[in-house]
């Protein structure tokens, strides 16, 4: 007797709830034929027996007398560096994988001849190897789908699980591999595969993502007839494998070349904030990556392509300028003439700009004649920028100010008197001020690195 899967859960949850009523005597049942060999190292049995002997080594693992490896917590054998072992985050789960659920469905799931066999699994894992062999992936991945099922938690559901992605990998079921692989790391994610799966998912989501390159479409347009790629988004999937691999491995090979793509992909697309997110990114977390030099050098396209002009922040321009100088004296070594010349106009580009800034807000407080303001920003333009063309207009302006009022007057003064002053008010009045005859020199020879002293505005 066979029941689908949707059907055993509907008995499942309907018999929890005392709906349905069923014959429980296993003698009307064919129950199958279960092994009574001892149960095969990895496999929660054989770790629930085996735990009390076992033996924590630190930086590698328990160990158990008599059985080869390591093991973690759960009786997995350890075959991954311990710096990529993850441990899962089993806080939000479904109603399936609710335990109480998950037993139900087991029991019921036994009682139909569909519960845990190993010495089914094993043969029917046989039988997918001989059609992976013989290039018969789409019926080798049904096998090792049905392998999975049969004996859970073991090295061999682990291996299933990897040869099911490879047999739909290699049967160009592109979609389905993703999927399968990152099943796979989800229950194992210090599987013994995880380099080989972190390679597959590399090379799908760069063939995706030249596809797209190649014949760009919406991500709301239907594929309808090409099977290497997803229904929706190619591009979209191709973006959350790559976060993906660095999620899962970070400290593989391919974070850092994972990291790079999806920042050149967002470059070119014109996204510049999300690629500066990644070229940082890479900065940051990966110093010895062999994509740095690049990634500081598109990281300073992305900031001078953020900025919008005086009107807006100029936080871009000035980490903008950082880079520049990390990149003078990080790679000194490894820069020719001509790119050396050009970080410098790029330097000089940016010292313009965040003097137009300067600039522009000085000639709006000297435009509303409030003439302190504006003598400040002056100041600050001439002493932060000498170099530039705006600093001989900003000294010539500033030394016209000097004998002005800081503060334009005040209109119907008399009426303003009658009401008091609020709080905010009365505590600035309480700042001290600077006398009157203490004013700032304008300096006849301004040097490049501006003054020595922060306290004087000019020289």
Same mark, same amino acid.
């Not at 066999?117 to 992976?132: I, N, P, S, W």
């Not at 509303?368 to 530039?388: C, M, V, W």
């Given at each position: 007797?066979?029941?689908?899967?949707?059907?055993?859960?509907?008995?499942?949850?309907?018999?929890?709830?005392?709906?349905?009523?069923?014959?429980?005597?296993?003698?009307?049942?064919?129950?199958?034929?279960?092994?009574?060999?001892?149960?095969?190292?990895?496999?929660?049995?054989?770790?629930?027996?085996?735990?009390?002997?076992?033996?924590?080594?630190?930086?590698?693992?328990?160990?158990?007398?008599?059985?080869?490896?390591?093991?973690?917590?759960?009786?997995?054998?350890?075959?991954?560096?311990?710096?990529?072992?993850v441990?899962?985050?089993?806080s939000?789960?479904?109603?399936?994988?609710?335990?109480?659920? &998950?037993?139900?469905?087991? #029991? !019921? *799931? =036994?009682?139909?001849?569909?519960? +845990?066999?190993? %010495? /089914?699994? @094993?043969?029917? $894992?046989?039988?997918?190897?001989?059609?992976?062999?013989?290039?018969?992936? &789409?019926?080798?991945?049904? #096998? !090792? *789908? =049905?392998?999975?099922?049969?004996? +859970?938690?073991? %090295? /061999?559901e @682990?291996?299933? $699980?990897f040869?099911r992605?490879?047999?739909?990998?290699?049967?160009?079921?592109?979609?389905?591999?993703?999927?399968?692989?990152?099943?796979?790391?989800?229950?194992?994610?210090?599987?013994?595969?995880?380099?080989?799966?972190?390679?597959?998912?590399?090379?799908?989501?760069?063939?995706?993502?030249?596809?797209?390159q190649?014949?760009?479409?919406?991500?709301t347009?239907?594929?309808?007839?090409?099977?290497?790629?997803?229904?929706?988004?190619?591009?979209?999937?191709?973006?959350?494998?790559?976060?993906?691999?660095?999620?899962?491995?970070?400290?593989?090979?391919?974070?850092d070349?994972?990291?790079?793509?999806?920042?050149?992909?967002?470059?070119?697309?014109?996204?510049?904030?999300?690629?500066?997110?990644?070229?940082?990114?890479?900065?940051?977390?990966?110093?010895r990556?062999?994509?740095?030099?690049e990634?500081?050098?598109?990281?300073?396209?992305?900031?001078?392509?953020?900025?919008?002009?005086?009107?807006?922040?100029?936080?871009?321009?000035?980490?903008?300028?950082?880079?520049?100088?990390?990149?003078?004296?990080?790679?000194?070594?490894?820069?020719?003439?001509?790119?050396?010349?050009?970080?410098?106009?790029?330097?000089?580009?940016?010292?313009?700009?965040?003097a137009?800034?300067?600039?522009?807000?000085?000639?709006?407080?000297?435009?509303?004649?409030?003439?302190?303001?504006a003598?400040?920003?002056?100041?600050?333009?001439?002493?932060?920028?000498?170099?530039?063309?705006?600093?001989?207009?900003?000294?010539?302006?500033?030394?016209?100010?000097?004998?002005?009022?800081?503060?334009?007057?005040?209109?119907?003064?008399?009426?303003?008197?009658?009401?008091?002053?609020?709080?905010?008010r009365?505590?600035?009045?309480?700042?001290?001020?600077?006398?009157?005859n203490?004013?700032?020199?304008?300096a006849?020879?301004?040097?490049?690195?501006?003054p020595?002293?922060?306290?004087?505005?000019?020289?």
């Amino acid at each position: 007797m066979s029941k689908n899967w949707s059907t055993i859960v509907l008995l499942a949850l309907l018999t929890s709830s005392g709906c349905v009523s069923l014959d429980m005597n296993p003698k009307n049942w064919q129950l199958p034929t279960m092994t009574s060999e001892a149960a095969p190292p990895g496999t929660p049995e054989w770790w629930k027996k085996s735990q009390k002997q076992a033996e924590f080594v630190l930086g590698e693992g328990w160990r158990v007398p008599g059985v080869d490896g390591y093991f973690d917590d759960e009786g997995r054998p350890i075959r991954a560096q311990v710096a990529k072992i993850v441990h899962r985050d089993d806080s939000k789960k479904g109603l399936l994988e609710d335990p109480q659920v &998950s037993k139900r469905v087991a #029991k !019921f *799931k =036994e009682q139909f001849g569909m519960g +845990p066999d190993q %010495q /089914l699994a @094993q043969q029917v $894992f046989a039988e997918g190897e001989t059609l992976f062999r013989g290039q018969k992936y &789409s019926q080798s991945a049904k #096998k !090792f *789908k =049905e392998a999975a099922k049969r004996w +859970p938690e073991s %090295q /061999l559901e @682990q291996d299933a $699980f990897f040869y099911r992605a490879e047999s739909e990998y290699f049967d160009k079921q592109y979609s389905d591999a993703i999927d399968t692989y990152s099943a796979l790391l989800k229950k194992y994610p210090n599987t013994p595969h995880l380099d080989e799966v972190v390679q597959r998912q590399f090379d799908i989501a760069r063939y995706w993502e030249k596809h797209h390159q190649y014949k760009p479409h919406w991500a709301t347009t239907p594929n309808l007839l090409d099977e290497t790629r997803p229904l929706f988004d190619t591009l979209g999937r191709a973006i959350k494998t790559y976060d993906d691999i660095r999620l899962n491995d970070p400290t593989g090979p391919l974070a850092d070349d994972a990291i790079m793509a999806t920042a050149n992909s967002y470059f070119l697309r014109g996204r510049y904030n999300d690629a500066d997110y990644q070229y940082e990114l890479l900065r940051n977390e990966y110093p010895r990556s062999e994509h740095q030099f690049e990634a500081h050098i598109l990281g300073l396209q992305c900031k001078l392509r953020k900025y919008q002009g005086p009107d807006y922040d100029d936080t871009s321009l000035r980490e903008a300028k950082k880079l520049v100088k990390q990149l003078k004296v990080q790679f000194s070594g490894e820069l020719n003439a001509e790119e050396r010349a050009r970080l410098s106009d790029i330097q000089a580009q940016l010292n313009q700009q965040l003097a137009e800034r300067d600039y522009k807000m000085a000639k709006f407080y000297d435009d509303t004649e409030h003439f302190g303001s504006a003598k400040f920003y002056y100041g600050q333009l001439i002493r932060d920028y000498p170099g530039t063309p705006l600093a001989i207009q900003a000294r010539e302006r500033f030394v016209e100010l000097g004998g002005k009022p800081d503060h334009p007057p005040t209109k119907l003064e008399w009426l303003v008197d009658v009401f008091p002053e609020n709080s905010e008010r009365k505590a600035i009045a309480q700042v001290p001020m600077i006398a009157p005859n203490e004013q700032p020199r304008v300096a006849t020879q301004p040097s490049e690195g501006g003054p020595a002293d922060g306290n004087t505005i000019l020289r």
